[in-house]
C-alpha cells in the first residue's frame, strides 16, 4: 500500500476548499482549527499554507491569523488583464500547434448544444466544458512560464466562479456562440481572426462577470 503523503492531503484540502469558498473569501482560519478538522499535525498544515500564500490564495498574517484572499472588482479585472494578454497572444504565435482532432470535437460541441439541455444546465459541465476549451489553447504554447502563470489566474477564475454561483443562461447561449467563432477560425487556421473572436468573448465574459458582482451586492450592472 503505498505511503500516504500528509503534506498534499493538507495543501489539496485546503486549495480545494478555498476555490470552492467553503473557506469564504475575506475569512479569516487558523493552524488549530485546521489541525483539528484535517485530523492532522501542524507540520503538514503548515506546509500547505506556504503553498498556499506562494499562490495567492492566502495571507498570513502575523497576530490575526489566516485570511483567505478576498475576491474583488479589482480581481477580476486582474484576472482578464492577464486573460487579454495571454490567450489571443497564443492563437496568434501559437495557433498552428492546436490539435486540429481537438478544434472539432469542439466545433461539434458548440454547434450542437442546446443550452436549455440537462447538462448545458449543469454548472460544473458548463464550467469544464469552458475550462477545458481554453486550456487546450493555453496548453498549445510551450512557455511554461506562462502556462504556470495561466493555471494561478484559472485558480482565481474558479473561486469567482463558485462565489456567484448559477450560470445565466442568455450568457450560456452567448459564450457557446463566441467559442464556436473561434473555433471556425482556428479550424480556417485564420489565427488573427481567432484572436480577436477570442478578445471579444474574453471582454463579454468580463462584463458578465461584472454584472455577476453586482447583482450579488444588489447594484446596477454597470461597469467603468
Not at 53 to 70: D, T, Y
Not at 184 to 197: G, M, P, T, Y
Request: net charge negative.
Amino acid at each position: 500500500m503505498p505511503k500516504i503523503n500528509l503534506k498534499t492531503v493538507a495543501y489539496s484540502t485546503i486549495r480545494r476548499k478555498i476555490v470552492t469558498c467553503e473557506y469564504a473569501p475575506g475569512s479569516f482560519l487558523n493552524e488549530e482549527i485546521l489541525t483539528g478538522e484535517l485530523k492532522l499535525s501542524r507540520t503538514p498544515i503548515r506546509d500547505a499554507l506556504s503553498r498556499l500564500e506562494q499562490e495567492g490564495l492566502i495571507e498570513i498574517k502575523p497576530k490575526k491569523g489566516i485570511m483567505v484572499m478576498p475576491l474583488s472588482t479589482d480581481t477580476i479585472n486582474m484576472i482578464f488583464e492577464v486573460r487579454m494578454l495571454y490567450e489571443p497572444y497564443i492563437l496568434l504565435n501559437y495557433g498552428p500547434l492546436i490539435p486540429t482532432n481537438s478544434l472539432k470535437e469542439f466545433y461539434h460541441i458548440f454547434q450542437h448544444k442546446d443550452v436549455k439541455s440537462e447538462c448545458a444546465l449543469n454548472n460544473d459541465y458548463v464550467y469544464d466544458l469552458d475550462s477545458a476549451f481554453h486550456s487546450l489553447i493555453i496548453n498549445a504554447c510551450p512557455n511554461i512560464y506562462l502556462q504556470q502563470n495561466y493555471n494561478q489566474i484559472q485558480t482565481q477564475d474558479a473561486r469567482f466562479r463558485y462565489m456567484t454561483g448559477d450560470v445565466d443562461s442568455c450568457r450560456l447561449e452567448d459564450t457557446f456562440k463566441e467559442h464556436l467563432n473561434i473555433v471556425c477560425s482556428c479550424l480556417q487556421n485564420d489565427w488573427k481572426k481567432a484572436a480577436e473572436k477570442m478578445n471579444f468573448h474574453l471582454e463579454q465574459s468580463k462584463q458578465a462577470s461584472f454584472s455577476l458582482i453586482f447583482n450579488e451586492m444588489g447594484l446596477q450592472s454597470i461597469y467603468l
